[in-house]
């Protein structure tokens, strides 16, 4: 065990310290992405959820848009990014680093916004949120002298301190899930806004620089803590108020699951929740109430309405990915086989699927007995059952 020398030790200890150093993305813990970064390169990962696949890059000569000559690079799967800034002889701290485009590793669908964050001097490590998007934005904007001031403006605005600002929120989820739940919230509403208030032709990513323009703003002259909500339907701009209880709905059901440390619960909230925005933003007439009760009529669930009561209050029942439905089977088993070709359509013992079938209802199946095979697809199907099977079914959906 001791064969190797003192000095050898020191020098491997050395090297293993170098590479730790290099490697050390600050990203969601968990293993290094392999290849060590090189000498001149920046740290970080980019989080709404980690963005997977996103672009990162240097935006030297601060116009928004990665030029041919600047630095750029793609986060991996766990958002993290390494970008090499070598071929760059100015300073750089102080510079935009902006992330676009790429997937949130929370709902799987595509990231439309943009984030920046300024570097900063360390050049390692470095969370891009819609946080630091805020932060970016103030001093880019001359309302804060500089980015430490303009930080602690941000952080006291929102009621968090500097350190979390800068923190991963995924990785904080556990300690201060409120951190993600700030996180998400302010970009959804900024995503939303955007959309509502984007002039003919102009760029998505135009519009949402107003929409951060606005939020920005509303900061500097903000003088005590405020939610995310209260801030977004402070603005001058159509659609605070839909903004505003777009933030409330995901705070109340996003953050009300991270509360009990239901994480997937979360992640099928605020994907349901993005699936209500994107309805909104392509059908500019539906409230954010209207937009779900729209989804749950779509979906054939008339009845249940989970994405209604998932905005009413927070509740994921019936939202996909949601709860998961555990079944006790009833004593008696004789009907389950001739059942279980009901639950194809009706979901796994005739609950959870796109509509209940379990108890006093089962008996309705008959009911199709006396339309035409071609008036519905359930009426087609219980046509091909003897009443003596029927019965068995219904048997044993009632138990
Ligand atoms: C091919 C998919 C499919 C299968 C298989 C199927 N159903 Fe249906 N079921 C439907 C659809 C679609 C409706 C709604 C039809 C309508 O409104 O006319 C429905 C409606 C019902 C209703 C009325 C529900 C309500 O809330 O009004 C009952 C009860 C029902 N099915 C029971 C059954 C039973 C029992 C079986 C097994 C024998 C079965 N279904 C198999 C698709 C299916």
Same mark, same amino acid.
């Given at each position: 065990m001791s064969r190797i020398h003192r000095n050898q030790k020191t020098a491997m200890l050395a090297a293993l310290s170098i590479a730790t150093l290099l490697s050390a993305c600050g990203g969601g813990g968990g293993g290094t992405s392999g290849a060590q970064a090189p000498a001149n390169a920046l740290t970080g990962v980019a989080v709404d959820g980690y963005l997977q696949g996103a672009t990162v890059f240097l935006d030297v000569n601060r116009n928004g848009t990665q030029d041919a000559s600047e630095p750029v690079t793609t986060t991996d799967l766990n958002g993290r990014y390494v970008l090499d800034y070598? #071929?760059?002889?100015?300073?750089?701290? #102080?510079?935009p680093l902006v992330v676009t485009g790429g997937v949130d590793s929370d709902t799987g669908f595509a990231f439309v916004g943009q984030l920046s964050a300024p570097v900063e001097a360390a050049r390692q490590a470095q969370v891009v949120t819609p946080l630091t998007t805020l932060v970016d934005a103030m001093v880019a904007q001359g309302l804060a002298p500089d980015v430490a001031s303009a930080k602690q403006k941000v952080a006291t605005a929102l009621s968090l301190t500097v350190e979390q600002l800068s923190a991963d929120p995924v990785a904080q989820i556990a300690n201060n899930p409120g951190i993600y739940t700030t996180t998400v919230a302010l970009q959804r509403s900024i995503q939303l806004l955007a959309s509502a208030n984007a002039a003919s032709g102009e760029t998505s990513h135009a519009s949402q620089e107003r929409v951060i323009k606005a939020l920005a703003t509303a900061i500097q002259s903000q003088s005590s803590p405020v939610n995310v909500s209260d801030l977004v339907a402070s603005l001058p701009l159509s659609s605070s108020a839909e903004a505003k209880k777009l933030a409330l709905a995901i705070t109340n059901s996003v953050g009300g699951r991270l509360e009990s440390k239901d994480r997937d619960g979360a992640k099928a909230a605020l994907r349901a929740m993005d699936e209500i925005r994107a309805r909104m933003e392509s059908d500019h007439t539906l409230n954010l109430t209207d937009a779900a009760v729209k989804i749950d009529e779509e979906r054939g669930k008339n009845k249940t309405r989970p994405y209604y009561y998932l905005v009413l209050n927070g509740s994921i029942q019936g939202i996909p990915g949601g709860t998961i439905t555990t079944l006790t089977q009833p004593v008696n088993t004789a009907g389950r086989l001739l059942a279980s070709n009901c639950f194809q359509c009706h979901g796994t013992g005739g609950v959870g699927g796109f509509d209940k079938i379990r #108890?006093?209802?089962?008996?309705?199946?008959?009911?199709?007995?006396?339309?035409?095979?071609?008036?519905s697809i359930m009426a087609a199907h219980a046509q091909g059952y003897t009443d003596a099977q029927l019965n068995a079914i219904i048997t044993y959906l009632q138990q």
């Open positions: 070598s #071929g760059i002889t100015t300073p750089i701290t #102080g510079l #108890g006093k209802e089962a008996a309705e199946v008959k009911e199709y007995l006396r339309k035409t095979a071609s008036s």
